[in-house]
T-cell receptor
């Protein structure tokens, strides 16, 4: 069974631009969670999507948004990029909604904002 | 107090020995606990989940959960240099909808 895929793997953007990241979950998994990982803050939860609806959201500004499609693929968008948005963005898929399910991570998208 | 705490390390263990990694958490009603391994520059990889008090074994890995004392640990038997990585503990805190992650313990296995 194929794992979680994320595109692109690397991205360089300029302050003020916007970016869209894509995540395809493991076949049969209906939940996709997004995380930001930085050396200083560790893994921080952004949001979770299940059945095309955002089910839970972390403590990030509204510049961070996402959506999920009927095939469970998910996209994350960051608008008006700031230098502090430079990070590894990870998505994780799981069978069901919520923190009780095992989550499987994709390889991540490394975003650099200059 | 952080919601999920891990010793940042590095924890240095000789090859072939048992590596013991610990994680404490603040929510007495947490139900789900996970251990992940993350190699430098890679994404986290699930090692094991544990939901009930006691031990759960999978190959060289054993997770131990003690809800009364609010800690979960991971033992790695017969440690190998390939086990050198950062180990992340994740716990559901206050609700069933979000995992809270520890900062991770860096483990170094010395040949």
């Amino acid at each position: 069974k194929a794992g979680v895929t994320q595109t692109p793997r690397y991205l360089i953007k300029t302050r003020g631009q916007q970016v869209t990241l894509s995540c395809s979950p493991i076949s049969g998994h209906r939940s996709v969670s997004w995380y930001q990982q930085t050396p200083g803050q560790g893994l921080q939860f952004l949001f979770e999507y299940f059945s095309e609806t955002q089910r839970n959201k972390g403590n990030f500004p509204g510049r961070f948004s996402g959506r999920q499609f009927s095939n469970s693929r998910s996209e994350m968008n960051v608008s008006t990029l700031e230098l502090g948005d430079s990070a590894l963005y990870l998505c994780a898929s799981s069978l069901g909604q919520g923190a009780g399910y095992e989550q499987y991570f994709g390889p991540g998208t490394r975003l650099t904002v200059t | 107090q952080k919601e999920v705490e891990q010793n940042s390390g590095p924890l240095s263990v000789p090859e072939g020995a048992i590596a013991s990694l610990n994680c404490t958490y603040s929510d007495r009603v947490s139900q789900s606990f996970f251990w992940y391994r993350q190699y430098s520059g890679k994404s986290p990889e699930l090692i094991m989940s544990i939901y009930s008090n006691g031990d759960k074994e999978d190959g060289r890995f054993t997770a131990q959960l003690n809800k009364a004392s609010q800690y979960v640990s991971l033992l790695i038997r017969d440690s190998q240099p390939s086990d050198s990585a950062t180990y992340l503990c994740a716990v559901n805190i206050y609700s069933n909808y979000q995992l809270i992650w520890g900062a991770g313990t860096k483990l170094i296995i010395k040949p």
